[in-house]
T-cell receptor, first 115, second 115 residues
């Protein structure tokens, strides 16, 4: 079974600084998708960024970028120029390309942003 | 609708009572998922509906849990004879087709408290 591990229960960052959230996963598959979701206090999960495993280029969305290391099964999220609104729970997730498999989530990292 | 709508937002129930949680997905989204988020935990997959196919119930923790989706749209998650360990946030998500690389759109969840 696929598993997703986030080893940092809590992280903090100064406003305007850069922070990296770690995620590792376990799979025997070669093709899959990886996601980072943000969950603010409103509870609604918001998709931050996604990566297709067959693409070597790291995905980037404005201040958010990933470091995807397929051989190491690592998928870290880098947040640049951190803002107060970035404070939230961040979840790493994995799924197979097949349409019949659900997302598998890690336990999350709580990010605090210090003004 | 514009987003995934869940009701009620919060529910307090007595141990042993039955509860129904409702999810109204985005119009046109054929896939619908239920997840449970317990305190300090990641999202635990419960059940998945895709179009008219038989649902994937592999994540339901016990036979006290059931879900249905009427007319390929609204879904209801029912928990019978609630226990204190059922206290959690129940999140619903929907997606186009099987969600593959689209990711999911989540609702804001129902916080269930069993007293």
């Amino acid at each position: 079974a696929q598993t997703v591990t986030q080893s940092q229960p809590e992280m903090s960052v100064q406003e305007a600084e850069t922070v990296t959230l770690s995620c590792t996963y376990d799979t025997s598959e070669s093709d899959y998708y990886l996601f980072w979701y943000k969950q603010p206090p409103s509870r609604q999960m918001i998709l931050v960024i996604r990566q297709e495993a067959y693409k070597q280029q790291n995905a980037t969305e404005n201040r958010f970028s990933v470091n995807f290391q397929k051989a190491a099964k690592s998928f870290s999220l880098k947040i640049s120029d951190s803002q107060l609104g970035d404070a939230a729970m961040y979840f790493c997730a994995y799924r197979l390309p097949s349409g019949n498999t659900p997302l598998v989530f890690g336990k999350g990292t709580r990010l605090s942003v210090i003004a | 609708g514009a987003g995934v709508s869940q009701s009620p937002s919060n529910k307090v129930t007595e141990k042993g009572k039955d509860v129904e949680l409702r999810c109204d997905p985005i119009s046109g989204h054929t896939a619908l998922y239920w997840y449970r988020q317990s305190l300090g935990q990641g999202l635990e997959f419960l059940i998945y509906f895709q179009g008219n196919s038989a649902p994937d119930k592999s994540g339901l923790p016990s036979d006290r849990f059931s879900a249905e989706r009427t007319g390929g749209s609204v879904s209801t998650l029912t928990i019978q004879r609630t226990q204190q360990e059922d206290s959690a946030v129940y999140l619903c998500a929907s997606s186009l087709a099987g969600g593959t690389n689209y990711g999911y759109t989540f609702g804001s969840g129902t916080r269930l408290t069993v007293v």
